[in-house]
């Protein structure tokens, strides 16, 4: 019937689903086999290219279509992959997006069945990292998203702005100079300003150097200006280093700053044994940005963030216009929603990914997944001291090896480049002291240690192409 948008054969759907799904397990069970990355197809960005479809050409027609999409992504499922820092994903995110796409449920608010798993998920967070009952917390989209609605709580803490506007502030924060980018883009998108993020020094070890830290806020005090912002790096994206968080809390509890920990990938190391003690403190912080899709491995995107207290969250977001009102009772009950954490209305289920993974995993699991990577990246980092054209840039903190190809820049970008246009594996490139370095980041569950020794004999075997292209290409 025109007009009409659901199938007219829903046994017909079921079947050609049926077979979409079929493609997409076996796509994800033989995840280590191929290359790790291929480029998408000219062919391929030819079809893409069409129209703006008038007519439709019908569920049979998309089924294939994805299906034939399936091999072409980043490449994070295969297990050479290293690249920045992402996670593998697995097949639990696989049944919660059939079921969340069954759903089509909007978590923005209101009292339904799914709001009580993105509950039970922040209950689960709570518990992980020893926050008290009353935290508040939030599924998002990753720590880049987190680490806004984190500051926005700890700005709207310090200052009245939510009405007024910050006009001129005189408020200042500071995070490592290892910290993540997002956490300058917070404080420019929050009317702070990025001159306002003060980058501290770090020590050899690429941890926060907590001298440097007293000077600079001695410094800006007797300026005038108002300290009200502490930033600490639980695993810093360019050699996993972790500051040093507990001493990190007693100088924001001797000074009266906020503690915001960006644990994007390193604050799930809460469940391992081997990083559980490097992250001491964490459970004194105001608030944590941390990412489910890196080292917990739930399919892209599901970030999160946790707050201590769940009254100063509320009062960054709050806000009750008449057509969200709510209730005692019915469809409108349950306040306080997500809503009213965060600047999302509209939101998918993320959360169901996340429960998901824990409920079919166990903490145990995941946790035994992050030491593994640890100890790979220490058995890597024997494998580069032991190869003689290369050398190690950074001490191994937790999953990331940087190390540089000893005929310099040119050489250790084109082997990078090599690399992943060979299918072979995927690292990335990035600069440590002043170096270009390869950079291997080791989140990946999938990862075996033969598929180091394919790395490093990959490095070594490309030099002499690598030497070729870099002088003569
Ligand atoms: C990945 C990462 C981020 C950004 O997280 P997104 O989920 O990509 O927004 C922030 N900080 C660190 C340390 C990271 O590794």
Redesign the pocket.
């Known amino acids: 019937m025109s007009g009409d948008l659901d199938p007219l054969d829903w046994q017909g759907f079921e079947a050609q689903a049926a077979r979409l799904l079929e493609c997409a397990v076996v796509q994800l069970a033989g995840a280590k086999d191929g290359p790790v990355w291929q480029a998408f197809p000219e062919s391929m960005k030819a079809e893409m290219r069409t129209d703006l479809p008038i007519k439709g050409a019908g569920y049979e027609a998309v089924a294939a279509q994805l299906a034939a999409l399936l091999p072409y992504g980043v490449g994070n499922t295969h297990p050479r992959f290293f690249g920045w820092?992402h996670g593998s994903g697995g097949a639990a995110s696989m049944l919660a997006e059939i079921a969340a796409a069954a759903m089509n449920a909007n978590l923005g608010g209101r009292d339904h069945g799914a709001m009580y798993v993105e509950k039970q998920v922040v209950a689960w967070v709570r518990q992980m990292f020893g926050f008290p009952d009353g935290a508040s917390g939030l599924v998002v989209s990753?720590?880049?998203?987190a680490t806004i609605v984190a500051l926005k709580a700890a700005r709207d803490a310090r200052i009245n702005a939510r009405a007024a506007g910050v006009g001129a502030h005189k408020l200042v924060g500071y995070a490592s100079d290892q910290a993540?980018n997002?956490v300058a883009r917070a404080f420019d998108m929050l009317g702070l300003g990025s001159d306002a993020l003060r980058a501290v020094p770090v020590n050899a070890a690429f941890e926060m150097d907590i001298t440097a830290l007293r000077k600079m806020m001695a410094v800006d005090r007797a300026a005038g200006l108002e300290p009200f912002l502490l930033v600490g790096?639980a695993?810093?994206?360019n050699v996993g280093a972790f500051d040093d968080l507990a001493a990190l809390a007693d100088i924001a509890k001797a000074e009266g700053l906020w503690l915001h920990i960006?644990g994007?990938?390193g604050a799930a190391g809460v469940l391992s044994d081997v990083l559980r003690p490097r992250l001491k403190g964490i459970e004194r912080a105001d608030s944590i940005a941390f990412?489910f899709?890196?080292w917990l491995h739930v399919n892209y995107d599901a970030?999160f963030v946790l707050l201590r207290d769940e009254a100063l969250h509320r009062a960054a977001f709050e806000s009750a216009p008449d057509y969200l009102a709510s209730s005692d009772r019915g469809l409108a009950a349950g306040r306080p929603w997500p809503v009213d954490y965060g600047p999302e209305l509209s939101r998918g289920f993320r959360a169901l990914k996340i429960w998901a993974q824990i409920t079919a995993l166990g903490t145990e699991a995941l946790g035994a997944a992050i030491s593994r990577n640890c100890t790979q990246a220490k058995l890597l980092a024997e494998m580069i001291d032991a190869e003689p054209s290369l050398e190690r840039l950074a001490p191994v903190a937790s999953s990331v090896v940087v190390f540089a190809h000893v005929d310099g820049d040119a050489v250790t970008e084109e082997i990078v480049l090599h690399l992943q246009e060979s299918g072979l594996a995927v690292p990335s490139i990035t600069t440590v002291n002043g170096r270009r370095a390869v950079r291997v980041n080791i989140t990946n569950h999938r990862t075996r240690d033969a598929d180091l020794r394919v790395l490093v004999d990959g490095c070594a075997r490309s030099n002499p192409s690598v030497a070729f292209v870099c002088i003569h290409g």
């Open positions: 820092v990753g720590t880049s998203m993540h997002c790096t695993g810093s994206v960006d994007a990938f990412d899709h890196k970030g």
